[in-house]
């Protein structure tokens, strides 16, 4: 299937994609800041420059996007066009994932993935979300998934 834009527009559109600060982050660090939870974002010493660093808890935070970080859920859909290279591309991006957490795990860090769609839609509960959160910085948990 050929693609709806022309090469100029998709590449115009895709660069325009951030990798990090973006809004389902921002809103997760708004409602944590609101909570009273201090952290540091992106820092750069740690492997994958996660998006939330705890210190305070050996906590983690990453915000993925279901897209790009693969994860089976009703907002992805593999591309139609250029299936050999977004399949290279996204299998990488998770395989770098699970690398940068076993990593952490290593380093004694608890981690935690927030998927976007926990956050996405009217339909949820963002107080909810942010509870289950706060709930396991609080606790002695490693690791924790936040799935919608």
């Known amino acids: 299937m050929t693609d709806i834009v022309d090469k100029e ?30 952290f540091r974002i992106h820092v750069k010493d740690l492997p994958g420059k996660p998006d939330i660093v705890l210190k305070k808890y050996k906590a983690i935070i990453f915000v993925h996007g279901c897209f790009w970080h693969k994860h089976m859920c009703k907002y992805f859909k593999w591309p139609k066009s250029r299936t050999d290279f ?13 690398n940068i957490v076993k990593k952490l795990k290593t380093m004694n860090w608890r981690i935690c993935l927030v998927w976007e769609c926990s956050i996405r839609g009217a339909d949820k509960d963002l107080k909810k979300v942010i509870k289950v959160i706060s709930d396991w910085l609080r606790s002695d948990v490693d690791f924790m998934e936040v799935k919608g």
């Open 9 to 38: 527009t998709r590449s115009r559109m895709m660069s325009g994609i951030q990798g990090k600060n973006t809004k389902p982050e921002i809103l997760i660090r708004s409602l944590l800041h609101k909570d009273g939870f201090r």
């Open 86 to 98: 977004w399949k290279s591309k996204l299998n990488k991006n998770a395989e770098n994932d699970n």
